[in-house]
């Protein structure tokens, strides 16, 4: 199907509690009573929540009616190419003030400010006192809201733990929410009706609670007490579907059909897929998993590809302000040994290092204490030490050769944080930290760009390669022969198509392979670009556009 380029387009949904209110940005023609001024979204690994701003024109009715803890739906997209759900959160304040558009004029607008549902684990505060009723010791207490199975087993036991036992007596709200196909109202929509969860097994490391005045603070950190960072990632975001972030990952806990009872009626009763939002049905997925820095977790990460038309501007390279070359694990408690300090383990475990590295950068220590490490002078901690230490090496031993930095891309919807990125054109993959999306009306022109965080980045190999450790091979009696030669890999051309006016994928199939039957191949290489109609009859493409076309 030819087109022109798609005009960027931006939709938001406000679930108040008196209506659903829908604001719409230009629809590809020049419309000064566009909803939309502009929006800003911002999501980081590093962060627990995501944080959103949102500029509208002035509306009274709306100003009015949405209200804090108000729940708002973001989808961005291109006219005829569908929206993504960027984030689902919750209203932190509604303002009402002037602003300058793009074409210097103040403009009177709304503005409202607001956090994803990271918002509900920081808002979640636990603290303990003394005496509470007939719970007369801080011990009491932990055993009141917290089930004895919290404090033993793999991490995501933890995790699964708070989300069901502690979460709902701690966050205890309801919510509201409006179906746009019945236009009916639910109004007693809970925090685990829209958080689902999916929690990868970690490493078996039992975190182990010493004192209640350590686990004071927000459930996030409580969460995170546990998981020895960072070893372990958690993090919670927008997704379309319950997409693997590491194919092959083994799951421990996932909120399909989890058991929960209400809080306040004692009525048990089952969770299956929760709210959906948007045209991609999108959902709040807490993720858990070991963090995906060893060869073959990072080899089946999600992987999107970019192309060099796609970006916008990017500034990436190399640097030793994050360089290490000495590393050690240590555990965070030491009882019943106090007296035992890292030092002494030191008499122990020898920490990886690279005297090269010290030689040349001078002697740069990361040393990460994990709280489920607690210490025991036997083999099996001595083990475990030497076995974190030396999975920091591996993993950040290389930091000052890997690039990091940022790229801004023409606005895309599907790039998400955690995942891994391949840029086609030079060969280059990096790790997704951090993702901003920037809808702007300028002068009744709409822009949309996509702001990436980068890490780690390398060059990424894409044809086989024949490495053997040796140049002979032995024939026995002291013979030796040289290796018989080794056919390597064909190297594999990969080819583009840029589109053009008239092309279709059809079109594209018979030029490439002499056969338009074939067009499903290109297709299912380019998913990340091109769209489907909703009969899987017609392959939306633009010109512009930029294919690959497998061999």
């Given at each position: 199907?030819?087109?022109?380029?798609?005009?960027p387009y931006c939709e938001l949904d406000f679930h108040t509690s008196t209506s659903l209110f829908s604001a719409y940005s230009l629809d590809g023609s020049p419309d000064p009573s566009s909803d939309v001024i502009r929006v800003n979204t911002s999501k980081n690994l590093s962060s627990t929540a995501g944080d959103f701003t949102i500029e509208l024109v002035y509306n009274e009715l709306w100003y009015k009616s949405m209200d804090s803890m108000d729940i708002v739906v973001i989808k961005m997209g291109r006219l005829g190419k569908g929206l993504d759900s960027i984030m689902v959160g919750l209203v932190d304040q509604v303002r009402k003030s002037v602003t300058i558009s793009g074409d210097g004029k103040p403009t009177r607008c709304?503005?409202?400010?607001?956090?994803?549902?990271?918002?509900?684990?920081?808002?979640?505060?636990?603290?303990?006192?003394?005496?509470?009723?007939?719970?007369?010791?801080?011990?009491?207490?932990?055993?009141?809201?917290?089930?004895?199975?919290?404090?033993?087993?793999?991490?995501?036991?933890?995790?699964?733990?708070?989300?069901t036992q502690i979460l709902p007596k701690f966050m205890n709200f309801s919510m509201k929410y409006w179906d746009k196909n019945s236009g009916k109202m639910t109004d007693n929509m809970t925090v685990l009706d829209v958080i689902r969860f999916r929690l990868g097994s970690g490493d078996v490391i039992l975190p182990i609670v010493?004192?209640?005045?350590?686990?004071?603070?927000?459930?996030?950190?409580?969460?995170?007490?546990?998981?020895?960072?960072?070893?372990?990632?958690?993090?919670?975001?927008?997704?379309?579907?319950?997409?693997?972030?590491?194919?092959?990952?083994d799951v421990q806990h996932s909120s399909y059909g989890v058991r929960v009872k209400d809080p306040v009626t004692g009525v048990e009763r089952m969770t299956y897929e929760g709210y959906k939002?948007?045209?991609?049905?999108?959902?709040?997925?807490?993720?858990?998993?070991?963090?995906?820095?060893?060869?073959?977790?990072?080899?089946?990460?999600?992987?999107?590809?970019?192309?060099?038309?796609?970006?916008?501007?990017?500034?990436?390279?190399?640097?030793?302000?994050?360089?290490?070359?000495?590393?050690?694990?240590?555990?965070?408690?030491?009882?019943?040994?106090?007296?035992?300090?890292d030092t002494d383990i030191r008499m122990v475990v020898k920490p990886p290092h690279s005297k090269q590295n010290m030689l040349r950068y001078g002697i740069n220590v990361l040393k990460v204490?994990?709280?489920?490490?607690?210490?025991?002078?036997?083999?099996?901690?001595?083990?475990?030490?030497?076995?974190?230490?030396?999975?920091?090496q591996d993993w950040y031993g290389n930091n000052h050769k890997f690039e990091e930095g940022s790229k801004t891309l023409h606005g895309r919807g599907d790039i998400k944080i955690g995942e891994k990125i391949?840029?086609?054109?030079d060969g280059m993959e990096y790790y997704v930290e951090g993702v901003t999306q920037d809808w702007v009306n300028v002068g009744n022109t709409p822009?949309?760009?996509?702001?990436?965080?980068?890490?780690?980045?390398?060059?990424?190999?894409t044809t086989p390669v024949?490495?053997?450790?040796?140049?002979?091979?032995?024939?026995?009696?002291?013979?030796?022969?040289?290796?018989?030669?080794?056919?390597?890999?064909?190297?594999?051309?990969?080819?583009?198509?840029?589109?053009?006016?008239?092309?279709?994928?059809?079109?594209i199939s018979v030029k490439y392979y002499g056969n338009g039957n074939k067009w499903r191949k290109i297709y299912d290489a380019n998913k990340d670009i091109v769209k489907l109609s909703a009969d899987g009859a017609t392959a939306y493409i633009y010109v512009g556009q930029r294919l690959h076309i497998p061999s």
């Amino acid at each position: 199907m030819e087109a022109t380029r798609s005009v960027p387009y931006c939709e938001l949904d406000f679930h108040t509690s008196t209506s659903l209110f829908s604001a719409y940005s230009l629809d590809g023609s020049p419309d000064p009573s566009s909803d939309v001024i502009r929006v800003n979204t911002s999501k980081n690994l590093s962060s627990t929540a995501g944080d959103f701003t949102i500029e509208l024109v002035y509306n009274e009715l709306w100003y009015k009616s949405m209200d804090s803890m108000d729940i708002v739906v973001i989808k961005m997209g291109r006219l005829g190419k569908g929206l993504d759900s960027i984030m689902v959160g919750l209203v932190d304040q509604v303002r009402k003030s002037v602003t300058i558009s793009g074409d210097g004029k103040p403009t009177r607008c709304i503005r409202v400010i607001g956090r994803d549902f990271g918002k509900v684990f920081l808002k979640c505060l636990i603290e303990f006192f003394p005496e509470i009723g007939d719970m007369p010791t801080q011990q009491a207490m932990l055993q009141f809201f917290v089930p004895n199975n919290l404090t033993h087993g793999k991490p995501s036991s933890l995790v699964y733990q708070v989300l069901t036992q502690i979460l709902p007596k701690f966050m205890n709200f309801s919510m509201k929410y409006w179906d746009k196909n019945s236009g009916k109202m639910t109004d007693n929509m809970t925090v685990l009706d829209v958080i689902r969860f999916r929690l990868g097994s970690g490493d078996v490391i039992l975190p182990i609670v010493d004192t209640l005045d350590s686990l004071q603070g927000s459930i996030w950190n409580f969460m995170t007490y546990g998981l020895n960072a960072p070893f372990t990632e958690l993090f919670l975001d927008t997704r379309s579907s319950y997409e693997d972030m590491i194919r092959n990952q083994d799951v421990q806990h996932s909120s399909y059909g989890v058991r929960v009872k209400d809080p306040v009626t004692g009525v048990e009763r089952m969770t299956y897929e929760g709210y959906k939002f948007g045209e991609d049905d999108a959902k709040v997925i807490l993720f858990m998993r070991p963090t995906p820095f060893n060869k073959d977790d990072w080899n089946n990460l999600c992987t999107r590809h970019v192309y060099s038309h796609e970006v916008m501007s990017e500034d990436l390279g190399r640097s030793d302000h994050q360089h290490y070359n000495l590393f050690f694990a240590v555990p965070k408690l030491y009882t019943p040994y106090a007296s035992t300090s890292d030092t002494d383990i030191r008499m122990v475990v020898k920490p990886p290092h690279s005297k090269q590295n010290m030689l040349r950068y001078g002697i740069n220590v990361l040393k990460v204490e994990c709280p489920g490490l607690t210490y025991a002078p036997d083999d099996n901690f001595f083990k475990a030490t030497a076995q974190l230490s030396q999975q920091l090496q591996d993993w950040y031993g290389n930091n000052h050769k890997f690039e990091e930095g940022s790229k801004t891309l023409h606005g895309r919807g599907d790039i998400k944080i955690g995942e891994k990125i391949q840029c086609v054109d030079d060969g280059m993959e990096y790790y997704v930290e951090g993702v901003t999306q920037d809808w702007v009306n300028v002068g009744n022109t709409p822009y949309w760009s996509t702001g990436l965080t980068l890490t780690r980045g390398q060059t990424y190999q894409t044809t086989p390669v024949v490495s053997l450790s040796s140049s002979t091979l032995s024939m026995g009696s002291g013979v030796q022969s040289p290796l018989p030669s080794v056919p390597t890999a064909p190297q594999v051309q990969i080819k583009y198509h840029n589109v053009i006016k008239g092309d279709t994928l059809w079109g594209i199939s018979v030029k490439y392979y002499g056969n338009g039957n074939k067009w499903r191949k290109i297709y299912d290489a380019n998913k990340d670009i091109v769209k489907l109609s909703a009969d899987g009859a017609t392959a939306y493409i633009y010109v512009g556009q930029r294919l690959h076309i497998p061999s």
